[in-house]
């Protein structure tokens, strides 16, 4: 059995956020263009995703978020396991059919979701820490001015790759509405 | 008691009373996902969603009567809850507030007043060691909260629960 947990609040992490952007936005906006490559390269820095540590999920969760903005539905179809979901804080869900649907409209809208994201999240600071137990990991955003969590993701680790199998959002309505103002 | 731990418990509760036989539906997500009811003699150590959910009303009642021996076997040691307000409370917390129900009906009549006003119904989803047990809203779909079980030496054990924002 392998326990590991780290904190991480060395600046603003975008997996959570780009939940709550894009629920804000609406996708109704948003055209399905093609500029963007499918396979464009979208990691976000050279930690290993692969490896079974706290760094690797994080720097996975990395990964996936900039997949969403950029509609990188390849990499976010191996990534996301046949019966993810994520519930989001009405406790609404969303499917992975859902979920591609929504980030191929992202398509060729890359730079500019990354602008909107920096810009939101340079206010809207979070703290991420990691539990991993064996082959799963629990991934926490939190709050860092009053450590309340705001969402989680759950991902599994097969074949040598951390899958997502979950997410959940806690009550992030105010947080919401403040990235869509 | 826990404030965290008593809407976790009535959302556990409540499906416990619309759950009344094993079944297959589909989520208002549309989504296909399993629920099972606890059976008259569930083997909690099945690798099967109905044992998934016997393990979890074991759950119930061992915070119900402050059973904190079996809690404490049960919850991983980084076990965690995270209420709708993303407050969190620890597994040694959750054995606190489990101590004090010794000895009460407390705990017990608040369950049992909710769940007259709350029907629900729960929900699994399996993936290898990784059970996903959901409290689902039956008018909306909307889900209340799920607890993460890993099953472990042939026993589910609670790793993670977590509320939504969503008060049914």
Not at chain 1, 20 to 34: C, D, R
Not at chain 1, 55 to 74: F, Y
Not at chain 1, 163 to 176: C, E, N
Not at chain 2, 90 to 109: E, P, V, W, Y
């Amino acid at each position: 059995m392998h326990h590991e947990m780290i904190h991480r609040n060395d600046g603003p992490r975008r997996r959570l956020a780009c939940c709550l952007v894009m629920f804000a936005l609406g996708f109704a906006g948003l055209a399905a263009a093609t500029g963007v490559p499918v396979h464009a390269p979208d990691r976000s820095g050279h930690a290993d995703e692969t490896a079974q540590t706290p760094q690797a999920v994080i720097a996975v969760d990395d990964h996936w978020s900039l997949a969403e903005l950029r509609g990188n539905t390849a990499w976010l179809d191996a990534l996301l396991l046949s019966d993810y979901r994520s519930i989001r804080a009405d406790g609404s869900v969303w499917d992975k059919k859902a979920l591609l649907a929504r980030a191929a409209k992202n398509r060729g809208h890359g730079s500019e979701k990354l602008k909107q994201f920096d810009a939101w999240l340079k206010t809207h600071p979070m703290d991420e820490s990691v539990i991993i137990h064996g082959n799963v990991a629990v991934l926490l955003f939190s709050d860092p001015q009053n450590g309340r969590i705001r969402g989680s993701n759950i991902f599994i680790r097969e074949n040598g790759r951390w899958h997502a199998l979950y997410s959940q959002q806690t009550g992030i309505k105010q947080a919401r509405h403040e990235a869509s103002a | 008691m826990n404030v965290s731990a008593a809407i976790r418990h009535h959302a556990r509760y409540g499906l416990h009373v619309v759950a009344s036989a094993c079944a297959i539906f589909i989520a208002t997500s549309g989504m296909p996902i399993i629920a099972h009811a606890k059976g008259p003699q569930v083997d909690e150590a099945a690798h099967t969603p109905a044992a998934v959910i016997a393990v979890d009303e074991h759950w119930l009642r061992a915070e119900e009567d402050g059973d904190t021996a079996w809690l404490g076997a049960m919850l991983l040691p980084d076990f965690r809850t995270i209420n709708h307000d993303g407050k969190v409370v620890t597994k040694s917390m959750l054995l606190k507030s489990t101590a004090k129900n010794r000895g009460s009906d407390k705990m017990r009549k608040r369950i049992d007043a909710w769940r007259k006003t709350h029907p629900s119904r729960k929900a699994v989803v399996m993936h290898g060691d990784v059970a996903i047990l959901s409290f689902v809203n039956p008018q909306t779909g909307h889900i209340w909260s799920s607890d993460i079980f890993v099953y472990e030496n042939g026993h589910w054990r609670a790793l993670y629960s977590q509320q939504s924002a969503s008060k049914g």
